[in-house]
């Protein structure tokens, strides 16, 4: 028997570790997966999708700088990926249609709540950035029902274009937006979805976002502490986590869209912690 073939999408892309995450997950399900890495062409990642899939592919992780792209070249979208405006799971349907979902919200909720166990519904909640990766984590993160949310951003005009387009699908859920100099705390969770972490950067905030009982994420993954994490532990936060948990929690949920199949996550975690 032949496996069917899957792999992720990218530019650069010899650094993903999704290739591993999904080697486990077909090692532990018994699934006939086979999952490699694509390098596309900046200039042509719509004919490495389409060569893919008509060479007998079955499913495409998207990784950057190509999401945006994904969700557009795509015959139809789910719900998820429609709001978050761009996708990280292609896949043809039983028509030979594209199809874009977007994996990452599910990823940090379930990471958050079902493996570090910190409670989102009634919290209140900062998330820092306003760019592809928050817009692609916020809907799952409103599904939870915090108390408030509040997204802070260099530019404050992106902010409030996602707190209007959120907002109307959230009513009953307290949603505004700032810049990083209008924040104030604290609260009980924090969350970094700015890329500042990859160049040891820190956005423009003050420490009094944190207090006696705040948790810090930073979707960053990282073998050592990232610079976020660390400035959020010198500031008081009782708890820091790193985004490997919801890189593999999405891995997760996108096998289980391709497959029918959920993959148990804690063990593959681990395992990648200790690589």
């Not at 990218?10 to 077909?26: D, M, Q, T």
């Not at 060479?55 to 969700?71: C, S, Y």
């Not at 015959?75 to 709001?83: G, I, V, W």
């Not at 160049?199 to 990232?226: E, H, N, R």
Request: net charge negative; aromatic share 8%.
């Amino acid at each position: 028997m032949t496996n069917d073939l899957y792999a992720v999408v990218g530019n650069p892309i010899s650094h993903s570790k999704s290739p591993r995450i999904h080697s486990l997950f077909a090692q532990q399900t018994g699934e006939a997966v086979e999952y490699t890495a694509i390098q596309a062409p900046l200039e042509d990642f719509a004919g490495t999708v389409h060569h893919f899939f008509d060479h007998g592919g079955k499913g495409l992780n998207i990784t950057v700088p190509f999401k945006e792209q994904a969700w557009t070249l795509a015959e139809h979208r789910t719900h998820r990926a429609e709001l978050a405006g761009a996708a990280n799971t292609l896949y043809l349907d039983q028509e030979d249609q594209l199809v874009a979902d977007n994996t990452d919200g599910v990823g940090i909720v379930r990471d958050l709540r079902d493996n570090h166990g910190v409670p989102l519904k009634g919290a209140r909640v900062l998330v820092l950035g306003a760019g592809g990766a928050v817009r692609g984590v916020l809907g799952p993160l409103l599904d939870e029902q915090p108390a408030s949310v509040v997204v802070a951003n260099r530019t404050v005009a992106r902010a409030e274009a996602l707190a209007r387009l959120f907002g109307r699908e959230h009513s009953g859920i307290e949603l505004s937006a700032c810049g990083f100099e209008q924040v104030e705390g604290p609260f009980d969770l924090v969350i970094n979805g700015t890329s500042a972490s990859l160049k040891g950067d820190l956005p423009a905030i003050t420490a009094d976002v944190i207090g006696a009982d705040t948790v810090v994420y930073d979707m960053m993954y990282s073998l050592q502490t990232t610079t976020f994490n660390q400035w959020a532990l010198d500031h008081g936060a009782v708890r820091v986590f790193d985004g490997l948990g919801m890189l593999v929690e999405q891995a997760a949920e996108a096998f289980f869209v391709w497959r029918g199949v959920r993959p148990e996550t804690s063990a593959v975690i681990e395992e990648l912690r200790t690589d």
